[in-house]
């Protein structure tokens, strides 16, 4: 089965950036909506920012105004560029995609496998 493949991550001052992406393991169609939800240790995951297959996004209030998502449809590639960042962003990142192996089959819901952001005061 293909697999949603997570790339970026890693350790951060407080106040810097990272950049994560998100793509598909095998060959594809599309991908239509896509997102990225976030973890904190020992807390549920929630979403944090989506976009959709035209690029409209939606942000979570922690971190609008900080965070970006965006995609590139060519390489079926999904982003999250992250700036500003605070301590209390630190977790586990995972993206979200709706996935079509053909132009008129379903949109089957993948993750990726997650990455870890952790960010020094």
């Known amino acids: 089965q293909v697999q949603l493949v997570q790339s970026g991550g890693g350790l951060v001052q407080a106040g810097g950036s990272l950049s994560l992406s998100c793509a598909p393991s095998?060959?594809?169609?599309?991908?239509?909506?896509a997102g990225w939800y976030y973890q904190a240790p020992g807390k549920q995951r929630e979403w944090i920012v989506g976009?959709?297959?035209?690029?409209?996004?939606n942000y979570a209030d922690s971190v609008k105004g900080r965070f970006t998502i965006s995609r590139d449809n060519a390489k079926n590639t999904v982003y999250l560029q992250m700036n500003s960042l605070k301590p209390e962003d630190s977790g586990v990142y995972y993206c979200n995609a709706g996935v079509k192996f053909t132009a008129s089959g379903p949109i089957n819901i993948y993750w990726g496998q997650g990455t870890q952001v952790t960010v020094s005061s």
């Open positions: 095998g060959t594809i169609f599309s991908i239509d909506g």
């Open positions: 976009i959709s297959r035209g690029g409209t996004t």
